[in-house]
């Protein structure tokens, strides 16, 4: 049933590594189908590199006006839909929060990302208000440094994790090797070998954590909703 | 919490994440979206125009019909065509 956007108008904010990496997290599990609505298709460029899980289907994005259709085939079909979004403040990204259970905000710990996020909470108001119903979000950290933070990057991070309007995920995306290197050799963090990546269990347990954080929220929204109903 | 900290998946739960049926709605959530958004569309433009003769009382009904269920006239000229194909059709 859930469908999970990743969006951020601001390009380079981690969205498309934070959605292959909870993709190929759930699919060991769970048949997932993951929407690849980036106009430079990265998704559908990863997936004819080997080693793809079996149970990931990636389907590529055609324009705004099939969005929302190819994202009804995909709920209908598997109990995960993810939703890769382009960077830019597009009606593409409004349609598919529309039809979302949960929106990730990733940004990195930088002012331009925190005002791109900032625009996109706006916009997922008024998408709400559209299709009358609440739609979760959440911001979540991509490309942070696992040991020491910027004294910049602390303070953004803070701003986001203190605003009790904001739901923000305490696990975040590291900057990590095995994140690029699902890219360049194709597969996930679980298929690429620890003699050729550095650090490839911490990544593992990186992406552990977030896909486990993630669940915790889609179960927790999924019973709000069912108090309501 | 940050990786360091391991916390297992409970995949075995997730079965009750199950596919969700197909709905009806999604024309209606698309134009509440249309009116709501403020993020604009960057498809291309593939608009035209054209000026149509007629009595003026053709042109001040489909004009008043139109704007009474708050459609552009050439949305609303899409509207009529595919009502009259699909009593042509059946």
Same mark, same amino acid.
């Given at each position: ?14 969205k498309?590594t ?6 190929c ?34 389907v ?11 994202i ?35 940004m ?7 005002? /791109?996020?900032?625009?996109? %909470?706006? #916009?997922?108001? =008024?998408?709400? @208000?559209?299709? *009358? &119903?609440? $739609? ?13 933070k ?8 803070k ?5 009790p ?19 360049a ?12 990546v550095?650090?490839?269990e911490?990544?593992q347990?990186n992406?552990? /954590?977030?896909?486990?954080? %993630?669940? #915790?929220?889609? =179960?927790?929204? @999924?019973?709000? *909703? &069912?108090? $309501?109903? | ?13 997730l ?6 049926q ?13 009116h ?6 960057r ?10 003769r007629a009595?003026?009382a ?8 139109a704007k009474s269920?708050?459609y ?12 009259y ?5 059946g």
């Amino acid at each position: 049933m859930p469908i999970i956007s990743f969006a951020n108008s601001k390009g380079g904010s981690g969205k498309t590594t934070s959605a292959l990496l909870l993709a190929c997290e759930l699919a060991t599990a769970r048949p997932v189908t993951i929407i690849d609505a980036d106009p430079r298709h990265p998704l559908t460029t990863w997936a004819k590199l080997p080693n793809k899980p079996r149970n990931l289907t990636v389907v590529t994005n055609q324009s705004e006006k099939t969005i929302l259709d190819e994202i009804e085939a995909a709920a209908a079909r598997d109990p995960f839909v993810i939703v890769d979004l382009e960077g830019t403040a597009s009606r593409l990204t409004s349609y598919a929060i529309s039809q979302s259970d949960l929106v990730l905000i990733p940004m990195k710990e930088q002012q331009q990302d925190a005002l /791109a996020a900032i625009e996109l %909470v706006q #916009e997922i108001h =008024r998408d709400m @208000k559209a299709v *009358r &119903r609440n $739609i979760p979000f959440a911001i979540l950290f991509t490309q942070t440094k696992a040991a020491v933070k910027s004294r910049t990057a602390r303070f953004i991070s803070k701003q986001f994790h203190d605003n009790p309007k904001l739901t923000t995920l305490q696990a975040e995306i590291n900057e990590r090797d095995a994140f690029s290197a699902i890219f360049a050799v194709g597969g996930s963090v679980g298929t690429l070998n620890s003699k050729e990546v550095n650090n490839l269990e911490s990544a593992q347990l990186n992406v552990h /954590a977030f896909a486990a954080e %993630v669940i #915790e929220l889609l =179960r927790k929204t @999924k019973d709000a *909703r &069912r108090e $309501i109903a | 919490m940050t990786s360091g900290e391991r916390k297992i998946l409970d995949f075995g739960d997730l079965d009750e994440f199950e596919p969700r049926q197909k709905t009806a709605s999604l024309p209606l959530e698309r134009k509440a979206v249309d009116h709501a958004a403020a993020f604009p569309s960057r498809e291309r433009d593939d608009e035209g125009q054209m000026n149509i003769r007629a009595p003026e009382a053709v042109l001040k009904r489909f004009r008043e019909m139109a704007k009474s269920e708050r459609y552009k006239l050439g949305a609303f000229l899409e509207i009529l065509m595919n009502a009259y194909d699909q009593r042509h059709d059946g």
